[in-house]
């Protein structure tokens, strides 16, 4: 199970951060990712990292803005999203799978319940 919190109302060029928190299963058997869905749209990748927290992976649209890690012992991932932009408005998803580090929303097993972002300009 995953439960992402953290969501909220921000202005433009401020900063958020989510969590989620993984319960059940071998947490350091998962990658561990972001994906989002703003209304009208698809859902789209956001940010991806590796069981170990070694290597990381992001989104054309969020790359050098946004921060993913994972604290193996609390069985949390995280989101730092600085630098906020109204186009990052969406709907954040926790995910997880045990494949491999994949860009594709689709092939994540597990999602989260989401938590609303919203950039204000």
């Known amino acids: 199970q995953l439960q992402a919190s953290g969501g909220g109302l921000v202005q433009a060029g401020g900063s958020l951060r989510l969590s989620c928190a993984a319960s059940g299963g071998t947490f350091s058997r998962f990658f561990m990712g972001w994906s989002r869905q703003a209304p009208g749209k698809e859902r789209e990748f956001v940010a991806t990292?590796?069981?170990?927290?070694?290597?990381?992976s992001y989104g054309d649209s969020v790359k050098g803005r946004f921060t993913i890690s994972r604290n193996i012992p609390k069985k949390t991932v995280y989101l730092q999203m600085n630098s906020l932009k109204p186009e990052d408005t969406a709907v954040y998803y926790c995910?997880?799978?045990?494949?491999?580090?994949?860009?594709?929303?689709?092939?994540?097993?597990?999602w989260g319940q989401g938590t609303l972002v919203t950039v204000s300009s």
């Open positions: 990292i590796s069981r170990n927290g070694g290597t990381t």
């Open positions: 995910t997880a799978q045990d494949g491999i580090l994949t860009a594709r929303p689709s092939e994540y097993d597990y």
